[in-house]
């Protein structure tokens, strides 16, 4: 079946440590986005990429990095940067103008 | 850019009553509105959309109405079930741009 996988489900980071969350698709979707989900608020755009090898800023990029070197995949990267990294954070993809298809989450955690 | 707001945050009803989500938008260019389920711990799912070239779209129990005049749509659920209990996000876009969220409606259906 076709759809997108994010990994690890559960991460938990150390402070002034990098951690990249995975995401794949196989639905041959062109754009990707990833969100950030805090308690009792909507989703926040962090980056998104409408081609491979291109990406722009979303509302909250600070602290943060992407890339997209094949189709399929978007990883995003939280870096030291982000000083307030806990939150679960969604990967999504899009085909022309349907609506998104949404991965399971990865929650993040400082330790 | 766009701007949605969404009401209530949080709705309880009885089973077998009907719940009625509402959202307003600010762009006229929007033209795509869809509606999100989520559950706990979960990515979120599709439910029904809707495009601005209609007013009303019907699924079983749910529907969604589409007012462009007054820049607002809404999410009908009918004869609940504990099973609709979820947090719901409506959305507003336009072709090729990114989506805007609302801040969520967290529904419990009580049985």
């Known amino acids: 079946d076709g759809g997108i996988t994010q990994s690890p489900k559960y991460l938990f980071r150390k402070e002034g440590q990098n951690v990249t969350l995975s995401c794949e698709q196989n639905?041959?979707?062109?754009?990707m986005y990833w969100y950030r989900q805090d308690p009792g608020q909507g989703l926040r755009l962090i980056y998104y990429?409408?081609?491979?090898?291109?990406?722009q800023k979303g509302d909250i990029a600070e602290g943060y990095s992407v890339s997209r070197e094949k189709k399929e995949s978007f990883p995003l990267t939280v870096t030291s940067a982000q000083k307030n990294p806990t939150a679960f954070y969604l990967c999504?993809?899009?085909?022309?103008?349907?609506?998104?298809?949404f991965g399971s989450g990865t929650r993040l955690t400082v330790v | 850019g766009e701007n949605v707001e969404q009401h209530p945050s949080t709705l309880s009803v009885q089973e077998g009553d009907s719940a009625v989500i509402k959202c307003t938008y600010s762009?006229?260019?929007?033209?795509?509105f869809p509606w999100y389920k989520q559950e706990l711990g979960k990515g979120p799912q599709l439910i029904i959309d809707?495009?601005?070239?209609?007013g009303e779209k019907k699924d079983q129990r749910i529907a969604v109405t589409l007012n462009k005049t007054a820049k607002h749509f809404s999410l009908h659920i009918t004869e609940t079930q504990p099973e609709d209990s979820a947090v719901y996000f409506c959305?507003?876009?336009?072709?090729?741009?990114?989506?805007?969220f609302g801040t969520g409606t967290s529904l419990t259906v009580i049985p």
């Open positions: 762009d006229s260019a929007s033209n795509y």
């Open positions: 959305a507003a876009t336009y072709t090729g741009n990114q989506f805007y």
């Open positions: 990429s409408q081609i491979v090898n291109d990406f």
């Open positions: 639905l041959n979707h062109d754009a």
């Open positions: 809707i495009r601005s070239n209609v």
């Open positions: 999504a993809s899009r085909r022309d103008s349907y609506g998104y298809t």
